[in-house]
């Protein structure tokens, strides 16, 4: 069981709570039947996906994102992708998934979150 402590002391390091956490990457699950599987330019919108939920799971920080996806044939899209999940989990920005709806639907993403 978490105690009172450990779950501000969880918010503070990560700007996120866990069950914030939890309900994104669930959010992110339902988005990959969504989401076309490649952009225009070819980038898998998957991998993008899978990674984004991949470093929220995990809860990892900057240095371990750019140890696992920062190589030269992921870096323009999948390293980008987990570096936005990076940023929200420490409370930069907005959830990643507001992202992924924007694209998917321009004049209703931010209803359909709330």
Not at 59 to 72: M, P, S
Request: charged share 20%; glycine share 4%.
């Amino acid at each position: 069981m978490v105690s009172g402590e450990q779950l501000v002391h969880e918010q503070a390091s990560f700007g996120r709570t866990a069950q914030m956490i939890a309900g994104e990457i669930a959010l992110l699950a339902k988005l990959t039947q969504r989401v076309p599987r490649e952009t225009a330019l070819g980038d898998s919108n998957f991998d993008a996906l899978q990674v984004q939920m991949e470093v929220l799971n995990a809860r990892l920080n900057f240095e371990e994102v750019d140890a696992l996806y920062d190589t030269d044939h992921l870096k323009s899209y999948v390293w980008l992708c987990a570096r936005f999940a990076c940023e929200w989990l420490h409370g930069e920005v907005e959830a990643p998934s507001e992202d992924w709806l924007t694209m998917l639907y321009p004049d209703f993403a931010s209803t359909w979150v709330n």
